[in-house]
């Protein structure tokens, strides 16, 4: 078998976060991973090292490899991030190519037909989707790196915190952004970004994360304990 470059290994985690199917917590094991890649344990430590130092792993030396579970200071400081960057973008945009914003009208429209069939893992990979797309317009493949990171990292914040943000409204807002943009009228659009991942983070409960070990302390209480 021809072994694939390890960054496929580190964009598929990525891309799994983005679709909400790895949760923050999953322990991803060398092993395993090494068998579906067909490649070394050492290509794999090697993509796993480079996802932790982009902040998406953590490692115990006993444990192996589980994807990170953002406190709510790292939780706050990621959706801040956000918010600079992407105002930022927007603010020193030029108008993208016809060709990126027709990409992005479909991307918004495949966001609306998703939210409607109530596809919720399609919806919350193209609703992540829809900010990398608009950094990349700028054609400056650094920034869409990291701010691909940065959605991976609040997309595992919203799940750990129970995010109550409703998908409807977030299209609507990308629809909303993308009309300014078309118009020109770049700091509405940075306005407006700003604005939406405000209500994004406002959607988190951050003094409530959930106990992991709920379920075990609920197996184990005295008969009678409520």
Partial sequence: MTNPDPNSIEDAVIAAILARRLKPGTRLGEAKLAEVYGVSRTRVREAMMRLETRG???????????????????????FEARRV?????????ARPSDAALRELRRHVEEERCAVLAGDAGARACLLGDFHIHLASAIGNPLLTEILRDLTARTTLVSMLYQSDLHAAESSEDHHRILALVE??????ASRLMAEHIH???????????????AELRGLLAPAGTP
Avoid: M, N, T, Y
């Fill in 183 to 188: 118009a020109g009228d770049v700091a509405g």
């Fill in 85 to 93: 960057i992407e105002a930022g973008i927007l603010q020193s945009l």
């Fill in 199 to 213: 209500r994004v983070e406002a959607g988190l409960d951050l003094s409530a994360r959930p106990d992991p070990l």
């Fill in 56 to 78: 998406i792993l953590q490692v115990s030396a006993r444990r192996g490899w589980f994807i990170v579970e953002p406190s709510a200071q790292e939780a706050r400081a990621a």
